[in-house]
């Protein structure tokens, strides 16, 4: 069972990285990191685990889930959740196909978006979610 901070941001990750993988295939739209583009097709991308223009990587959904079952059994959680949302809304930055300099449409629009909406929101559930930890004063207490 998820806990409650992070089972919605989550789920929210799996659906626009689904919605992302969705149109990547149908827009054929092969990732482009900073103007590199991999051999291969955007179905091989997503299969290996490479992500694509506009969805992430399998392996960063399947850290985020984790990281939202972890928090349920009260081990700490939130930290995966934070770090996948800051690579996912710096990937995302960092595509051509987000800056319009591919061919764009509604859909790569919305996949965008979905994006960003999503790594802001992991980002803001991992800090919310992983403890803070407390300084130590020199006498050993902590404040």
Same mark, same amino acid.
């Given at each position: 069972? &998820? ?7 989550a789920a929210l *990750?799996?659906?626009s &990285? ?8 149908r827009?054929h739209?092969?990732?482009? $990191?900073l103007?590199?583009r991999? $051999? ?8 290996v ?9 399998w392996?960063m ?11 349920g059994?009260?081990?700490?959680a939130?930290?995966w ?7 996912v *809304? ?7 196909? &987000?800056w ?7 859909l790569?629009?919305s ?11 992991l ?5 919310q979610a992983?403890p803070t930890p407390q300084?130590t004063a020199?006498?050993?207490?902590t404040?």
């Amino acid at each position: 069972m &998820t806990g409650r901070r992070l089972g919605g941001p989550a789920a929210l *990750f799996v659906a626009s &990285t689904a919605w992302g993988a969705a149109v990547s295939v149908r827009e054929h739209l092969v990732g482009e $990191p900073l103007g590199w583009r991999a $051999p291969g097709s955007v179905g091989q991308h997503l299969a290996v685990g490479w992500g694509s223009a506009v969805s992430a990587p399998w392996p960063m959904v399947a850290l985020v889930v984790g990281d939202a079952l972890r928090e349920g059994s009260g081990r700490p959680a939130g930290r995966w959740c934070g770090y996948v949302g800051a690579a996912v *809304f710096a990937g995302t930055a960092i595509e051509p196909a &987000t800056w319009g300099r591919r061919a764009r449409s509604p859909l790569i629009a919305s996949a965008v978006v979905a994006n960003l909406v999503a790594g802001a929101v992991l980002i803001r559930a991992g800090r919310q979610a992983s403890p803070t930890p407390q300084s130590t004063a020199p006498d050993g207490s902590t404040r």
